[in-house]
């Protein structure tokens, strides 16, 4: 069960990154610094949040960190003032996992959430939720 939530947790870090045009989310551009946490019921020990940095603009809105062996397609990807919400459904060995996401930027800060269900063939629907919150800590280097 830990190794799956691991596994599952590592794909909810997959969020491509999406252009969006005239976008008018108000939201600082630069390096930010995001803190992932899961939440899932009926798991036996916590796991630790997860930090890591990237680039992020007005064109890429939405956070992401790739991992090799998945398939992922983002979808309904939509912009109100300063929420983006957005769907993804990422293909791997393990099962197919189905994400709901939604940010709300507020200048250098943000806060959201992805909701998940994933479906293995020997475990069934598991149902967890990630809680997210970035900071924008400077400039990115090109």
Not at 27 to 38: D, H, Q, R
Not at 72 to 82: E, F, I, L, P, W
Not at 124 to 140: D, E, F, N, V
């Amino acid at each position: 069960m830990y190794r799956k939530a691991c596994l599952v947790f590592a794909m909810l870090l997959i969020f491509i990154s999406v252009s969006f045009a005239g976008s008018g989310t108000i939201m600082k551009e630069g390096l930010w610094e995001i803190t992932s946490k899961m939440e899932m019921q009926g798991m036996p020990m916590q796991m630790p949040p997860i930090t890591f940095t990237q680039c992020l603009t007005n064109q890429e809105l939405v956070p992401n960190q790739s991992q090799a062996g998945q398939e992922c397609r983002m979808k309904n990807v939509k912009t109100k003032g300063n929420t983006v919400t957005w769907d993804t459904v990422c293909d791997s060995h393990q099962g197919k996992v189905i994400s709901s996401g939604k940010i709300t930027y507020k200048g250098d800060r943000f806060d959201g959430v992805v909701t998940t269900n994933m479906e293995t063939p020997d475990q069934g629907l598991t149902q967890m939720k990630m809680l997210m919150s970035g900071r924008r800590i400077g400039k990115c280097s090109k």
